[in-house]
C-alpha cells in the first residue's frame, strides 16, 4: 500500500466505540472521503456516539452536473432510511413522462415514469446538513496520501495548502468518479471506465412538462435528456470518448434547441467526470479497513448514468457497518445485492447502446 508520509502510531486509552482508541483532535473512529449523496448518507447512519470527519474537495452545495430528476429506486432508498424530502427540495414541472427519439432508426415512443424533480443543490445542501449533525464536515479539503495500517488507516488531507495527517479505524471512499480512495487503496484493481458529463441550463418562460432523451450515435456513444426547471431547461449529454466531446455536444445542443424551439440564453455550464461500469470487475466493495461507496466502488446503472439509489443505499450500508466488528463483512452483504442490480443492467445497457439492437428494442416497452 502507498505510504502517506510519516507513520502514525495508534495510541491506546481508554474504551471508545472502537477498540479502545484514545481520541484526539486528528483521531477519529471514521474518515469519510466525499460528501456527495454517498459521504453524507454515509455520515447519517453512523451509530451513535461514532467521532467522524467528513472531507470533500469542493462544496456540494455549489450544485453538480447532474440532471436531478429522483427514480422510483431512489424515492424508495430514502423512503426506507426514514426520510422525507423537504418540500422546497422538490421543483415543478414534474416529468411523468419520457420521450425517446432514436435518429438511428427515426423511431420515438414515450412511456411513464414518475420522477421527483429536484433543486439540487437544495438536494444536497439537505444531506449535507443530516450528515454534518454527525460527522464534523471540512469542505475543499482533498485526499492527498493514504497509508492502510492493521487496525486503521493513517491518511494525509489537505486544505488551503495546509496538509496535516488524520487516523481512523475506518475509511469510506465516497469521493465519486476516478476516486483517489479507490487509486490508492486499491491500486492494482482496474479502476471503472468513465465518462464525460456536460450540461448547460437554458433560460425557458415555459418549460415542455417531459423529460426528452436523444440517441443519436453520430454524436454521442451514450444518450442526451432535457430536463425542465423552474424557468429553465437543463440540456445535457455524456461521452465514453472525451475527444471531441465539446464539440458534439453543441450539435446535440443545436438538436435540442431547434427541435424543441429552445431559444433562451445559457444561464450556467457544467461538466464532469462520470462512472460507466461495464462489467463485473469495475464493481468494488474496498478492501479491509477501506468500504468504496457511491460511484467510487462502481455502483451505477450501465445503462441509464441513475447513481442516486445505489449512491444513498451503498452509503448508507458503510456507514451502518461502521458500528460492526467486522466492518467489511457486514457492509459486504448490502454490496453483494447493489452489484447484483447493476450486474442485471450490463445487458440492458448492451442493448440500448447498440444502434441495430436499440430499433429491435424501440419496438417494445422499456426505458433507458
Not at 456540494?60 to 422510483?72: F, M, Y
Not at 496520501?145 to 475506518?170: H, M
Request: aromatic share 8%; with cysteine; hydrophobic share 45%.
Amino acid at each position: 500500500m502507498h505510504a502517506a508520509g510519516p507513520a502514525l502510531d495508534f495510541v491506546r486509552g481508554p474504551r471508545t466505540p472502537f477498540a479502545g482508541w484514545r481520541l484526539s483532535e486528528r483521531t477519529y473512529d471514521v474518515l469519510i472521503v466525499g460528501a456527495g449523496a454517498a459521504g453524507c448518507a454515509a455520515a447519517m447512519n453512523l451509530p451513535r456516539g461514532v467521532r467522524a470527519l467528513l472531507v470533500d474537495r469542493g462544496q456540494p452545495s455549489d450544485g453538480r452536473c447532474c440532471g436531478g430528476l429522483l427514480a422510483p429506486d431512489a424515492q424508495r432508498v430514502i423512503a426506507r432510511l426514514g426520510l422525507t424530502l423537504p418540500q422546497d427540495v422538490r421543483v415543478r414541472p414534474e416529468p411523468q413522462a419520457v420521450h425517446v427519439h432514436d435518429l438511428d432508426s427515426g423511431r420515438d415512443q414515450v412511456y411513464r415514469r414518475d420522477y421527483l424533480n429536484l433543486d439540487r443543490r437544495r438536494f444536497d445542501a439537505w444531506l449535507l446538513g443530516l450528515a454534518a449533525a454527525r460527522a464534523q464536515f471540512r469542505p475543499h479539503t482533498r485526499l492527498v496520501g493514504l497509508d492502510i495500517q492493521g487496525e486503521g488507516v493513517a491518511a494525509r488531507i489537505a486544505s488551503a495548502g495546509i496538509e496535516e495527517n488524520v487516523r481512523a479505524r475506518l475509511l469510506v471512499g465516497a469521493d465519486g468518479a476516478a476516486s483517489a480512495v479507490r487509486r490508492a487503496a486499491l491500486p492494482l484493481a482496474p479502476a471503472p471506465p468513465t465518462m464525460l458529463a456536460i450540461q448547460v441550463r437554458l433560460a425557458a418562460a415555459e418549460p415542455t412538462p417531459v423529460h426528452e432523451v436523444l440517441f443519436a450515435s453520430r454524436m454521442t456513444d451514450f444518450y442526451a435528456w432535457s430536463i425542465p426547471k423552474p424557468g429553465a431547461v437543463l440540456v445535457g449529454s455524456a461521452f465514453g470518448r472525451p475527444r471531441g466531446a465539446r464539440e458534439r455536444f453543441q450539435q446535440i445542443l443545436a438538436w435540442y434547441r431547434e427541435t424543441f424551439g429552445l431559444d433562451g440564453e445559457v444561464l450556467e455550464n457544467s461538466a464532469r467526470r462520470l462512472t460507466r461500469p461495464r462489467a463485473g470487475h469495475d464493481l468494488l466493495a474496498g478492501s479491509g479497513r477501506v468500504l468504496l461507496a457511491g460511484e467510487a466502488a462502481g455502483l451505477v446503472s450501465p445503462s441509464s448514468g441513475e447513481g442516486l439509489s445505489f449512491a444513498i443505499a451503498s452509503g448508507a450500508a458503510a456507514g451502518r457497518a461502521a458500528g460492526e466488528p467486522s466492518p467489511e463483512v457486514a457492509y459486504g452483504r448490502t454490496f453483494r445485492r447493489l452489484a447484483r442490480r447493476v450486474a442485471r443492467k450490463f445487458i440492458k445497457a448492451r442493448v440500448i447502446f447498440s444502434p441495430a439492437w436499440r430499433r429491435w428494442a424501440m419496438r417494445l416497452p422499456w426505458c433507458p
